[in-house]
């Protein structure tokens, strides 16, 4: 592959805006001034690189990471991670974070007054394969309020975060679940102007997937940016 092609730019309304006021605390980061577009150097283009080795066999089921099981309702999460050409990304390095099936995180600021599960921890990851495949089996998040305002909750979400084949392949984004009516009234949500792509937030029911009597499969693609220019030769 040509390392020297840089990586396409993202499309504005597909991306939440570094500013969107019903985000409270976008008014505390968003920068002021336009941003300086900068080249994609070899840095960029080329690293980083992982290997197998570091992701355990278990690494990817949240459901199995202490002595007994977590609470709450089991899932399947799979799906392909492409590049926005189509090709399917291998080795492309998964990692997921959510709270418990009370909507309570493991972390030392959430302080919202719901129980923590000694049997969850609430992280996994995993590698895609040859095709771009990954699956993770967790169990179901819960909303939780995050003082955006009196009745702000979040939907149910996975915090997801992948890195592709190069720095500018990174992503870090939410998965939310089919018909939670907080989706309409999230503001985080909604600082995606493009309402196409929030629906590519939200993953899909997929009851071919499931195991049947234990666990409900849900499907979310993602595409990681391509590059600007399709390679003649590999
Ligand atoms: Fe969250």
Avoid at 149 to 158: E, L
Avoid at 199 to 222: G, K, Q, S
């Amino acid at each position: 592959m040509n390392h020297s092609i840089g990586y396409k730019r993202e499309e504005p309304a597909e991306q939440p805006p570094y500013l969107h006021p019903e985000y409270r605390s976008t008014a505390l980061r968003a920068p002021e001034r336009p941003l300086v577009p900068l080249p994609h150097t070899l840095s960029e283009i080329t690293g980083p690189v992982y290997g197998h080795e570091k992701v355990g066999p278990l690494d990817h089921d949240l459901t199995r990471q202490h002595d007994g099981e977590p609470l709450g309702e089991r899932i399947i999460v799979f799906g392909r991670v492409m590049d926005t050409d189509g090709r399917p990304l291998p080795d492309a390095l998964m990692e997921i974070w959510q709270a418990n099936s009370a909507g309570r995180y493991r972390h030392e600021i959430d302080n919202h007054p719901a129980p923590l599960d000694p049997n969850f921890s609430g992280g996994g990851r995993c590698v895609t394969d040859a095709e771009g495949r990954y699956r993770f089996v967790s169990i179901k998040p819960a909303a939780y309020p995050w003082g955006n305002d009196a009745n702000a909750w979040r939907p149910a979400h996975i915090h997801f975060s992948l890195f592709g084949a190069a720095f500018a392949t990174r992503l870090i984004t939410q998965m939310y679940f089919p018909g939670d009516p907080l989706l309409a009234v999230d503001p985080i949500f909604n600082s995606i102007p493009d309402a196409a792509a929030r629906e590519r937030l939200v993953c899909r029911l997929d009851l071919d997937h499931t195991e049947p009597e234990w666990a409900l499969a849900y499907e979310f693609d993602i595409v990681l940016r391509g590059r600007n220019a399709t390679p003649l030769e590999g």
